[in-house]
């Protein structure tokens, strides 16, 4: 008995469903609107899936599978965060052509997929074994770096931390851009980043003032630059990656469509979006349970 | 304790071709150090992403910044009155490795390096990290 399966008894053998025209998705409670996850409804449906995907992993898993329930709320949360990944869901009591077709016998079993084909099949309902089968399905489609140029690509991202003299800044700032303590808070935040007891300014009212930011303006550059001396504190950047990301979306697009010759705002633009590529070490949890990530992230930028 | 990207390149997507355009007409029309300094680590971040989620920008990107890398390099050498930077250089010759590797299942990509001259200016550079990067264009 392999640890952690769900063996389905000899007596409770798996019911041929009555229609699999429609398989509707397994009822659980996260908001669809997040949901990537894939539901085949066929054999056929499966296939397309994982051959228009360079690496998809699939759980197959059963109503009636408890450890099923448990790993259920991880494999969610990790086709969130690996989004690089196509994430199937198979129930096998309501989908039994596609579970006979894969041979399942158990649940939860999981298959993952590398250009189409299989790349590595377990059982059971043990994360740290769905996090070591998915990196080392990631590693096994990564292109093979020769050594010089391996070394180069296992440093950190580059970033531009430095912050602007905000002296100069707020003397050379176009007029009515800020509401006077929100520029005290960013004044404050800049001058004092290391400091992690400083609050940082209230991130969802900075990303409206740059979503509504005419760019003709005399310095605009200067108002990107705040933005992009901030940045550099991960509770800044990691808030703009998540929930601002259509904020920089909209000022590359903005400053993507001005003259070339404005190369200033150019220059901060694209060191704008370079703190995006933070690497995070922070507790599992938080990351990968977005109920409490979320909250986290408002109390942090209260 | 596990780390993970809170951004790829699939989240990147909505805006990564006006991002590619911005830094490519960036990195061939100035002569700004600062700006081709920022253009380079832009383009190193996005190769060293999508290396690390294995998964590549689309082949049109993939070969605009690859021609835009190629002729930064060109223009480097050709402006011999300006200051060498030999830092950036081999900052453009990492990310064409990159990008190179990123796209090498691509016709189109195969095709473009050899229209621009890759290795002749890979060869203008010293450097066995330059020597590895002809390796790969060899090797597509």
């Known amino acids: 008995m392999i640890d952690g399966v769900f063996a389905r008894p000899p007596s409770q ?18 908001a669809q609107a997040l949901d990537t996850i894939k539901y085949p409804a066929s054999v056929s449906d499966f296939n ?77 309902a043990n994360k740290s074994a769905l996090d070591d089968n998915l990196s080392r399905l990631i590693e096994a489609a990564r292109p093979p770096l020769p050594p010089n140029l391996r070394g180069h690509y296992s440093q950190s991202p580059i970033l531009f931390p430095r912050s602007p003299p905000m002296e100069k800044v707020l003397s050379q700032l176009p007029d009515n851009i800020f509401p006077k303590p929100m520029l005290q808070s960013i004044s404050t935040f800049l001058g004092k980043k290391e400091d992690t007891h400083v609050l940082v300014p209230p991130l969802s009212n900075w990303a409206e003032i740059q979503r509504k930011l005419d760019y003709d303006l005399e310095n605009a550059w200067m108002v990107v630059d705040l933005l992009r001396a901030a940045m550099s504190d991960k509770r800044v950047s990691g808030w703009f990656a998540i929930d601002g990301l259509s904020t920089i979306e909209h000022i590359v697009k903005r400053v993507h469509a001005r003259d070339e010759k404005e190369w200033q705002l150019r220059v901060v633009t694209v060191q704008l979006v ?4 933070y690497r995070l070490i922070i507790d599992r949890e938080l990351v990968f349970n977005a109920v409490d990530y979320y909250p986290k992230f408002t109390i942090l930028s209260a | 304790m596990f780390s993970t990207p809170l951004t790829t390149i699939p989240s990147l997507q909505s805006f990564l071709p006006e991002m590619v355009e911005l830094l490519n007409s960036a990195v061939l029309a100035t002569k700004s150090p600062k700006l081709i300094k920022a253009v380079a680590a832009a383009f190193f971040n996005i190769a060293r992403l999508s290396l690390e989620e294995s998964v590549a920008p689309d082949e049109d990107e993939i070969i605009s910044i690859v021609v835009a890398l190629v002729e930064s390099l060109k223009n480097m050498r050709v402006n011999e009155t300006e200051k060498k930077d030999p830092e950036l250089e081999r900052l453009l010759v990492v990310c064409l490795g990159g990008f190179i590797l990123l796209g090498r299942d691509s016709e189109g990509t195969k095709e473009i390096l050899g229209g621009v001259e890759a290795i002749d200016v890979l060869k203008g550079i010293e450097g066995a990290l330059a020597g590895e990067v002809i390796g790969l264009i060899e090797g597509l």
Not at chain 1, 14 to 30: L, N, Q, V, W
Not at chain 1, 90 to 99: F, M, P, S
Not at chain 1, 274 to 277: A, D, G, R, S
């Open chain 1, 13 to 30: 053998p798996i019911a041929p469903p009555t229609s699999t025209s429609t398989i509707p998705p397994p009822s659980f409670p996260t």
């Open chain 1, 48 to 124: 397309d899936i994982i051959t228009s995907s360079k690496m998809s992993v699939a759980f197959f898993t059963s109503a009636t599978c408890g450890p099923c329930k448990m790993i259920e709320p991880h494999y969610r949360s990790l086709s969130k965060s690996r989004t690089n990944i196509k994430f199937i869901l198979v129930d096998i009591g309501k989908n039994y052509a596609l579970g006979q077709a894969h041979g399942i016998t158990a649940t939860p079993t999981f298959k993952t997929f590398l250009n189409g084909q299989q790349f590595a099949e377990w059982k059971g």
């Open chain 1, 274 to 277: 370079h703190p995006l590529y």
